[in-house]
């Protein structure tokens, strides 16, 4: 008896069942002659050169377009308005408006994206004409273009309504670095000034920046203890000691000495 004799591949989709035939199963490779090639080299070799082609490709995009970075994320800072990816944007805009964002909430985020991607998701239930042109298939192709119109003009209006000039105000990047461990920060960060001057001392919705404000210990000292302009009065809390060390550190631009 040879070996594997009798054997049947089950699941197969080559087996030949030449009395159930179904048309979609294909046929034997061995039917086309002369026309299948190795797996290795010959078809491997050709998947990596795509692959190759790809890689670089976006090797290039990436060194060309190099990711629009912001400052590191602030979770004190409630003033700064976060901008989804383009992609997201049209789902963005939809909030916006005045039916699908405050108590309906959840008609704009869930039901109204849950019914348009449900529906994409069902299409092949849904729709189960034999049609393929798409002048024949009305309500489909109306669909399908209402939605592609209607995603075109969100992401639109969404990009013109965004305050750019802002928003690069809000994530620039600043390049002063402070020392988080000194002691003058600990003061800083039990305080309320992180909410009005934010984590880094870089200012914020609210507040000033508080580098290279060319102001004496004892001038902070004062506004710090009786505000100024917009700055409320009776912002410190603490002993007069500690007072002394957190003007020094803010004199001295976030470094303890
Ligand atoms: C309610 C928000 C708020 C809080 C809390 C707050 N500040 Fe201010 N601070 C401001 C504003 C606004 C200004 C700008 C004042 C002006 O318009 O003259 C300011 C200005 C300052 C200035 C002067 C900056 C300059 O460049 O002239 C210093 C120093 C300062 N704050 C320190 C502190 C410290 C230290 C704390 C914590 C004990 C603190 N602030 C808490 C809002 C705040």
Known sequence: MHRGKGMKFVGDSRV?????????IPKDYSEYPGKTEAFWPNFLLKEWMVGAVFLIGYLCLTAAHPSPLERMADPTDSGYIPLPDWYFLFLYQLLKYEYVSG?????????????AFGALLLAPWLDTGKERKPSRRPVATGLMLLAIIATVYLTWESVDQHDWEAAAKQGAIIEHEIDDTAEGYEIYASQSCIGCHGNQMEGGSAGYALF?????????????????????????????????????FIANDGQAE
């Open 212 to 248: 290279e404000t060319g102001l004496s210990v004892d001038e902070i000292k004062e506004i710090v203890t009786n505000g100024r302009g917009a700055m409320p009065p009776g912002m410190f809390e603490g002993s007069e000691e500690e007072l002394e060390i957190l003007a020094k």
């Open 103 to 115: 108590d309906y909430t959840v008609l704009g985020a869930v039901v109204i994206p849950g019914l």
């Open 16 to 24: 030949k069942d030449m009395q159930h035939r179904k048309p979609n």
